[in-house]
């Protein structure tokens, strides 16, 4: 019989408290050699992020809106240049594109709730110049349908991996499909630092010296001015908190894929919901769950249900797509992204949460629907 328990969506303070010992030593360390802009630990790490995703090189920044916001600068977009992106993303997707001169087109989602290339088609003008899909939750879009398209309009592609590091699709990694790609060190990400953090990755050597020069004031990686920039360097301290947390990531991700096993195998009876996909059920697909995040009949009923019941939940991005948000220029209907905005959300994904807990959400969920 499960008993009222807390379960918070995401358990903050355990980021540190459950490796206090280890992370407090590689503080010191780092503190002790005073080492904290662009040392060792951030060389280290970049090599580490490039060489398991397989990209030629990666470099740190402050974030991922960042990571994306200079792909594009480097890229070279420019004023009424037009990016297609995914309604169903972070207004940073979208965000960087402006910052950056350009102009992100939203469109639709498919059946994955991921973009869809057939949306992307129908989305294309003579001022199209590229691609930005968004690798959310943890899962990769369909790469291979994205670059036919992108190579055929001779359109550039940069991915939004936040959500996606270890993420595959066909075997192949997210952010190395397209011509640079950033990923998110954020807290709760699947690999989270204690702060923002980003990190941007490119097989291509010139775009790779452009983000480099424009994330650290114009200076190439000798030193050497080379052009105009800015500051946006991830932290050498973050980064050596990253590098002892990539150490045990591939058990991080192992240890989601069960919980999100155990979501699937409870919750599947229920035709009241509509789940992601299994981890187990789709060959070309390589998940990590970022999040578990599904569509409810009565969502906001539910959600109530499950406060009350000690469980956090979160309706990711305020409830609505990017073309949702009017204040941004946007005047468009999506009515697939519309109607998932409607009956989205998430559930406790994490290191933090036992099989107990998986348990108890999901005996909850079950009772909320049928006690009715």
């Known amino acids: 019989m499960s008993t009222s328990r807390k379960i918070p969506f995401f358990d903050y303070p355990k980021l540190f408290l459950d490796q206090k010992e280890e992370l407090t030593k590689?503080?010191?360390?780092?503190?002790?050699?005073?080492?904290?802009?662009?040392?060792?630990?951030?060389?280290?790490?970049?090599?580490?992020?490039?060489?398991?995703?397989?990209?030629?090189?990666?470099?740190?920044?402050?974030?991922?809106?960042?990571?994306?916001?200079?792909?594009?600068l480097a890229i070279g977009l420019k004023?009424?240049?037009e990016v297609i992106i995914s309604s169903h993303t972070m207004v940073a997707t979208a965000s960087a594109i402006v910052t950056a001169g350009g102009t992100p087109v939203p469109v639709d989602i498919g059946d994955d709730n991921l973009i869809d290339p057939e949306a992307i088609l129908s989305a294309i003008t003579k001022n199209t110049v590229g691609i930005s899909p968004t690798q959310l939750n943890g899962r990769t879009c369909k790469m291979d349908l994205i670059l036919d398209i992108a190579k055929k309009h001779g359109l550039k592609v940069v991915e939004d991996?936040?959500?996606?590091?270890?993420?595959?699709y066909k075997g192949k990694n997210a952010g190395t499909f397209g011509d640079a790609a950033s990923f998110s060190f954020f807290p709760a990400k699947v690999l989270g630092c204690f702060g923002d953090g980003g990190g941007v990755v490119t097989n291509d050597k010139e775009i790779y010296e452009k983000i480099f020069q424009l994330h650290d004031h114009g200076r190439d990686t000798h030193g050497e001015i080379k052009s105009w920039g800015?500051?946006?360097?991830?932290?050498?301290?973050?980064?050596?908190?990253?590098?002892?947390?990539f150490e045990t990531y591939d058990e991080v991700i192992l240890r989601r894929r069960e919980i999100a096993n155990i979501y699937d195998s409870r919750l599947s009876i229920l035709e009241e919901l509509t789940l992601p996909p299994a981890p187990s059920i789709d060959t070309d697909h390589f998940d990590v769950y970022q999040n578990y995040e599904f569509q409810a009949?009565?969502?906001?009923?539910?959600?109530?249900?499950?406060?009350?019941n000690g469980i956090g939940t979160l309706i990711q991005w305020g409830g609505k797509g990017i073309h949702q948000w009017e204040?941004?220029?946007?005047?468009?209907?999506?009515p697939r992204t519309e109607k998932f905005f409607d009956n989205c959300l998430m559930i406790p994904i994490n290191m933090f949460i036992t099989d107990e807990d998986a348990h108890y959400v999901c005996d909850k969920i079950i009772e909320f629907y049928r006690s009715k």
């Open 327 to 334: 204040v941004l220029g946007f005047n468009v209907r999506l």
């Open 230 to 245: 800015r500051n946006s360097r991830l932290d050498n301290l973050q980064a050596a908190f990253l590098n002892k947390k």
């Open 79 to 81: 004023k009424g240049d």
């Open 297 to 308: 009949k009565n969502r906001n009923g539910l959600r109530d249900s499950l406060l009350k």
């Open 161 to 168: 991996s936040a959500q996606a590091l270890g993420s595959k």
């Open 26 to 72: 590689v503080f010191e360390e780092v503190g002790s050699r005073g080492a904290y802009i662009m040392q060792q630990d951030l060389v280290n790490f970049e090599k580490r992020l490039s060489g398991y995703i397989n990209s030629n090189y990666a470099i740190g920044v402050g974030n991922a809106t960042d990571g994306l916001e200079l792909a594009w």
